[in-house]
């Protein structure tokens, strides 16, 4: 599957509402300094442990759980249940990223961010952006290229890659691991991902292909077509027509009283 996370011009058709909050996000802007004091020597008695964390420091993110009863590799939820994932391959422009964050959070859903390593290295902040809206945070391999093709060694590193980084900058591997550019994992990969500490491995079962650029309404078709209770959508971050199409997609979830939720929470 081709799954690269690389922006794409705008198309006309895209609806005027979603064009201008996509051109409002594209105007953004973001340190700290710390000094040592000196005089531990002179001290008699030990210096008094800092607190954990400093008021209004962020708690570190969730760690992955094991869900019991569910495979290694997940691809929906429980069908009984009026919940759906809607989970996104965290690359490309930060500005589109953040005005799909915002859309999602205007309708009150929460959505899964796969995001990938290279990407959090060159836009560190949109791990905790991510997080603070209320949405799980999980490992898309670090520099996104084909799994599934890779050694053992070559593919351990892929994994383990993202999974620094994220706990880096957020205190957590993250909550969920997906391979990339494949929709399944081999079992080569299944197992790398258990051993580098994640209990499942999230695939899906309703493509957007919003990858291939088709326009707004035909992602929303695309989706609506084929989305009942519990399924795991898989959409993408730097594409213009998922920022239009999300909106009508999210009108489509609500008016047949399918709520968006976090992936921990379609499965808790």
């Given at each position: 599957?081709?799954?690269?996370?690389?922006?794409?011009?705008?198309?006309?058709?895209?609806?005027?509402?979603?064009?201008?909050?996509?051109?409002?996000?594209l105007?953004?802007?973001?340190?700290?300094?710390?000094?040592?004091?000196?005089?531990?020597?002179?001290?008699?008695?030990?210096?008094?442990?800092?607190?954990?964390?400093?008021?209004?420091?962020?708690?570190?993110?969730?760690?992955?759980?094991?869900?019991?009863?569910?495979?290694?590799?997940?691809?929906?939820?429980?069908?009984?249940?009026?919940?759906?994932?809607?989970?996104?391959?965290?690359?490309?422009?930060?500005?589109?990223?953040?005005?799909?964050?915002a859309?999602?959070?205007?309708?009150?859903?929460?959505?899964?961010?796969?995001?990938?390593?290279?990407?959090?290295?060159?836009?560190?902040?949109?791990?905790?952006?991510?997080?603070?809206?209320?949405?799980?945070?999980?490992?898309?391999?670090?520099?996104?290229?084909?799994?599934?093709?890779?050694?053992?060694?070559?593919?351990?590193?892929?994994?383990?890659?993202?999974?620094?980084?994220?706990?880096?900058?957020?205190?957590?591997?993250?909550t969920?691991?997906?391979?990339?550019?494949?929709?399944?994992?081999?079992?080569?990969?299944?197992?790398?991902?258990?051993?580098a500490?994640?209990?499942?491995?999230?695939?899906?079962?309703?493509?957007?292909?919003?990858?291939?650029?088709?326009?707004?309404?035909?992602?929303?078709?695309?989706?609506?077509?084929?989305?009942?209770?519990?399924?795991?959508?898989?959409?993408?971050?730097?594409?213009?027509d998922?920022?239009?199409?999300?909106?009508?997609?999210?009108?489509?979830?609500?008016?047949?009283?399918?709520r968006?939720?976090?992936?921990?929470?379609?499965?808790?």
């Amino acid at each position: 599957m081709n799954d690269s996370g690389t922006p794409v011009h705008r198309r006309s058709a895209l609806r005027a509402g979603a064009g201008a909050a996509l051109a409002a996000a594209l105007a953004t802007g973001c340190g700290d300094h710390d000094t040592a004091g000196t005089a531990a020597k002179t001290l008699t008695h030990p210096a008094p442990k800092k607190p954990a964390a400093t008021a209004g420091a962020p708690a570190p993110a969730p760690a992955p759980r094991r869900f019991p009863g569910q495979p290694v590799q997940i691809d929906h939820g429980p069908r009984d249940r009026a919940r759906v994932a809607l989970t996104f391959h965290g690359q490309g422009d930060p500005a589109i990223a953040r005005t799909v964050l915002a859309e999602a959070e205007r309708a009150r859903a929460q959505v899964t961010v796969l995001a990938v390593g290279s990407w959090l290295d060159e836009h560190p902040e949109m791990a905790r952006r991510i997080l603070d809206g209320g949405h799980d945070l999980g490992n898309h391999t670090q520099r996104h290229i084909d799994i599934s093709s890779m050694g053992e060694a070559q593919a351990y590193a892929e994994i383990t890659g993202c999974a620094q980084r994220l706990r880096r900058l957020t205190g957590s591997i993250g909550t969920w691991f997906r391979p990339s550019r494949t929709q399944y994992a081999t079992p080569l990969v299944q197992r790398l991902a258990v051993r580098a500490g994640y209990p499942h491995v999230l695939s899906y079962d309703v493509d957007s292909l919003d990858f291939t650029s088709p326009g707004a309404a035909a992602v929303t078709r695309k989706v609506a077509g084929e989305i009942r209770n519990g399924s795991v959508v898989s959409m993408h971050f730097g594409y213009a027509d998922t920022v239009a199409a999300l909106p009508l997609l999210l009108t489509e979830l609500d008016r047949r009283g399918l709520r968006a939720v976090t992936t921990t929470e379609l499965l808790t």
